[in-house]
């Protein structure tokens, strides 16, 4: 019994390991945290999201207004590299 637990578990601890390291091989992180943020902090644009991260919004920009109305609730947000080649446009 004690052997199947152990087998399970270390199972189970490799493929989070992999998804883990699976993760931080693609230029991305996604954050699942409750918006923060008390009055004052609000007004100039901080908020909190959950233990991990501080926003600075500049306030009355769309990031302001989305994260001012998710105060108290839980949001997912995506990090993700924007890099890679792009097309060079001449302006007139």
Do not use: C
């Not at 578990?9 to 998804?19: D, K, P």
């Not at 992180?29 to 007004?43: F, I, N, P, Q």
Request: neutral net charge; glycine residues 10%.
């Amino acid at each position: 019994m004690r052997i199947a637990l152990a087998a399970w578990l270390t199972l189970a601890l490799i493929l989070v390991g992999l998804g883990v390291g699976r993760a931080s091989d693609r230029d991305e992180t996604v954050l699942t945290a409750k918006v923060s943020s008390a009055d004052h902090e609000t007004e100039e644009g901080y908020f909190t999201l959950g233990d991990n991260a501080t926003v600075i919004a500049k306030p009355g920009s769309d990031l302001y207004r989305f994260l001012a109305r998710q105060r108290g609730h839980k949001v997912r947000i995506v990090l993700q590299d924007a890099g890679g080649p792009e097309l060079s446009r001449l302006e007139r």
